[in-house]
């Protein structure tokens, strides 16, 4: 019976494993962006370095799951001077904390058409918390140089200080220079791998 349950066991974890198809960020058709606050305003932002892998499962989407990386030295808004700050002591600190991480959980079906909610461990500045993310499948589709394509968009408000980055000024008149919440939007177009990203990038040098 021990030996039955164990191959019942090991065929299931390998029909998993055959049924997840991993697809490989394409950060040229990608984009993981911010806006937040400053005085009356709304300054955006992105981050230029980034990676990231989907295992998706058709059949069952979840039991899908996702790992995505930023380099926070990546940090870009336009402003070198601004970058340089975003980097230093008062926000970031690149140097002593390098990646801003997202490592999936769980997946659930939130109700709304082709959206999910991918709960999973985020880590910022040090600071490790459990997030959800609603998450809206944008559907495969097959390129122009023979491969497969896969799309999902995200988007989640956070609130900074909750991971450390509490810099701020106060202003004269009351409130503050920077809100404290940071709307972030991630958009992703995802290839089966690396090679497809590769070969589409010769294939438009080419053209």
Known sequence: MKFILNTVAAVLVAASAFAAEPFVVDKNHSEADFQVR???????????????????????????????????????????????????????????????????TSIKASGKKDTYDVTGTFTMHGVTKTITLPVEFLGFIKDPWGGERAGFAARV????????INWNKMLDN???????????????????????????????KTQ
Request: charged share 30%.
């Open 174 to 204: 009351g409130g503050t220079l920077l809100s404290d919440d940071v709307d972030i939007t991630v958009n992703i177009e995802a290839a089966k791998s690396k090679k497809d990203i590769q070969g589409e990038i010769k294939k438009e």
């Open 157 to 164: 408000t956070l609130n900074r200080k909750d991971y450390g």
């Open 38 to 104: 400053h005085l009356v305003s709304r300054v955006s932002g992105k981050f230029d370095n980034f990676s990231g892998t989907i295992s998706v499962d058709r059949a069952n989407p979840t039991a899908s799951s996702v790992e995505f990386n930023i380099k926070s030295a990546s940090i870009n808004t336009g402003v070198e001077n601004r970058d340089k700050d975003l980097r230093g002591a008062n926000f970031f600190e690149v140097e002593k904390f390098p990646e801003i991480t997202f490592k999936s």
